[in-house]
């Protein structure tokens, strides 16, 4: 099954590329890897959630809005790959938890990103990964999720 498959079976549906907040493009391809900037969590152009994972915001929400970034990310990939079907693997996952200094669950939040991966593209889905805790993130987002896909030349 296709990734556009997949989408579409999962009841999901590519969202336009978020416009960069700052100097940079959403992605960039590079030969046969497309690398895209972090993606935050946005919806319709506006973040639904802002704060710290553990004080402002809970895990379980910072997991789906993880997997709202990776979606943003497919997009970007997809934008300067010729399609979502044109992504062969997901090489690399970086998340971002914006985090009190308490919480440690930061792998537990990326998983959100993780496994829409691999909802949408099985087993190439299957990637390499960080989990990073930080102070603060862009807008005050929860989470940042980048990703380094490999493409078809």
């Known amino acids: 099954m296709s990734a556009s498959e997949r989408l579409a079976e999962l009841g999901l549906t590519l969202p336009e590329v978020a416009a960069?907040?700052?100097a940079y493009v959403p992605a960039?391809?590079?030969?046969?890897?497309?690398?895209?900037?972090?993606?935050?969590?946005?919806?319709?152009?506006?973040?639904?959630?802002?704060?710290?994972?553990?004080?402002?915001v809970?895990?379980?929400?910072?997991?789906?809005?993880?997997?709202?970034?990776?979606?943003?990310?497919?997009?970007?990939a997809a934008s300067v790959a010729g399609?979502?079907?044109?992504?062969?693997?997901v090489v690399k996952v970086v998340g971002f938890v914006a985090s009190d200094p308490s919480f440690t669950g930061q792998p537990g939040v990326v998983n959100g990103a993780s496994n829409l991966l691999r909802e949408?593209?099985?087993?190439?889905?299957?990637?390499?990964?960080?989990?990073?805790?930080?102070?603060?993130l862009p807008l005050d987002?929860?989470?940042e999720v980048e990703i380094t896909v490999r493409v078809r030349s």
């Open 20 to 22: 960069p907040v700052a």
């Open 28 to 56: 960039v391809r590079d030969g046969d890897l497309v690398l895209t900037s972090g993606q935050l969590p946005f919806v319709d152009g506006a973040l639904a959630v802002t704060g710290k994972v553990g004080a402002d």
């Open 58 to 76: 809970d895990a379980d929400t910072a997991q789906q809005l993880a997997a709202t970034c990776a979606l943003n990310a497919i997009a970007a």
């Open 83 to 89: 399609g979502v079907d044109a992504i062969e693997r």
């Open 120 to 136: 949408v593209f099985g087993d190439a889905g299957q990637h390499a990964r960080s989990a990073v805790g930080v102070a603060v």
């Open 141 to 143: 987002s929860p989470v």
